[in-house]
């Protein structure tokens, strides 16, 4: 019998190779890498000896505004630490795709920060790994045999697998 998609984990698909920012880096600094990395968004770190403290998330849209508040109402430059979004919202690793899926639908976002207890990085989430993980488990699904697919009964409960900060 194969498992059920509620067992799907975050650990088991997440993308351990997260592409980060410090808080010392300038708003030029994060757009140039954002660009070259062909990513709309980024994890800002604290960069410990053994982990990455998450400290919050910067996005294209808040380098939008500042940059437009920058032109049009002529404000200094600012510095990554004023336009970051602090303590985001995050997952844990024992967190399953389905509330993962509803976390990002109802805050539509397009990633998550996957973190343990005390807050470090361990991985990020995008759209794209939710889907490309819930298609191999449909097409894993319609090799059984009818009677041997599994139907999700998805139990309601208070689920603290994700993190507000």
Known sequence: MMKDISSIKAIDFMNKN??????????????AFLSSNSISSAPIV?????SKRLIGFISELECIHALANQQFYALPSKSIADILRIHPIAIAPSADILDIFMVMKSNKFRQLPVVDEKYNLLGIISRHDILVTLKHHYEDQLKLPLEER???VYPTKVNTDIIIG
């Open 150 to 152: 599994n139907t999700l």
């Open 46 to 50: 604290h960069d410990l000896k053994a």
């Open 18 to 31: 997260v592409k980060t920012l410090n808080r010392e880096c300038s708003l030029i600094e994060v757009i």
